[in-house]
């Protein structure tokens, strides 16, 4: 039997050595029963709106599985993409956060695609903690999360990337959990404003994407983005990397779309639709090439979930 202490310097060690190693095991937890649907046996492909993109295909590489790969956010540079990952849909949240392996993934970009991807751990190994929706810009990532100890099922959280491993993880507190009653996020690449979804009064639809703005350390009362609410669910928003432009999702015709915003003065242009048909959470590099996700259906139900990209022309 190993000594008490040789246990709990395993567990100390845990969140150390699962970060530095590729998370194969999420393949290991895939059904038995359920099989990868390929872009040519998909009923419902994605949509493409705009001349200004390659068709959509999925991620070259390792990242999708028969499972649920979703939220994608793509770095700057095009060459980290971080990504949420379950293994089996039909599993609810409750029992998901006890199988070891659903949460947030980051994998890098290299000559023959993804890789598969390392496990993002933002709690200690005797914690539960279901993480996902992430933002990250530079050594900082917010992320929503449902764990012991939160104000509402699913705050806000802020995690620090320190000696290459993701640490000093901590709530974002009552502004923008409580007050805000904040969604989906993006905070801008300046750190200046965020950007979210709510459904707090005020807006036009169920959900709709409001701004707050940083001013003089503090976070100032957010406003709704009234140029892209509509009376449909807006939600999921991001602003690429030069300001310029704001995406989102919205349904169209019954199922999630991808929109698009462009800056105009201190506003935004009436959005444009981009790509359709179960495409959603879209995330857009430098070079502007649009990353979002697409859920797949069999039989009428939602089997599982791949990260796409439409690459710009």
């Not at 969604?183 to 807006?203: A, I, M, S």
Request: charge should be neutral; aromatic fraction near 10%.
């Amino acid at each position: 039997m190993a000594h008490p202490c040789t246990k709990l310097l395993a567990l100390a060690m845990l969140p150390v050595l699962l970060s530095q190693v590729p998370s194969k095991e999420r393949r290991l937890r895939l059904p038995a029963d359920v099989a990868k649907i390929l872009p040519a046996e998909d009923r419902h492909p994605p949509v493409l709106h705009s001349d200004a993109y390659l068709a959509p295909v999925p991620v070259p590489g390792a990242v999708n599985t028969s499972g649920a790969e979703d939220s994608p956010y793509i770095s700057e540079d095009g060459r980290t993409l971080w990504f949420w990952f379950t293994p089996d849909v039909r599993v609810p949240p409750e029992k998901q956060i006890l199988d070891g392996v659903t949460g947030i993934y980051e994998a890098k970009l290299e000559a023959k695609g993804w890789t598969e991807g390392v496990r993002v751990l933002l709690s200690r190994p005797h914690e539960l903690a279901l993480d996902g929706a992430q933002c990250v810009q530079g050594d900082t990532m917010w992320f929503a999360s449902a764990r012991q100890g939160n104000g509402r099922p699913l705050d806000i959280w802020i995690a620090r990337r320190r000696a290459g491993r993701w640490t000093d993880w901590v709530n974002a507190g009552e502004r923008w959990n409580k007050d805000f009653a904040m969604g989906e996020l993006h905070v801008t690449p300046d750190g200046k404003q965020v950007y979210f979804h709510t459904d707090r009064p005020g807006g036009k639809g169920k959900l709709d994407i409001w701004c707050s703005e940083l001013q003089h350390r503090q976070w100032g009362d957010p406003k709704p983005v009234s140029e892209v609410n509509s009376q449909e669910d807006d939600t999921q928003p991001f602003v690429t990397y030069d300001g310029r432009e704001l995406w989102f999702t919205r349904t169209y015709r019954g199922t999630p779309a991808v929109y698009r915003s462009t800056r105009k003065g201190k506003g935004w242009s009436s959005p444009e639709l981009i790509l359709s048909q179960f495409a959603g959470e879209p995330s857009v590099d430098r070079r502007g090439n649009v990353y979002f996700v697409h859920h797949l259906f069999r039989d009428g139900r939602m089997i599982e979930a791949d990260i796409y990209v439409a690459r710009r022309k």
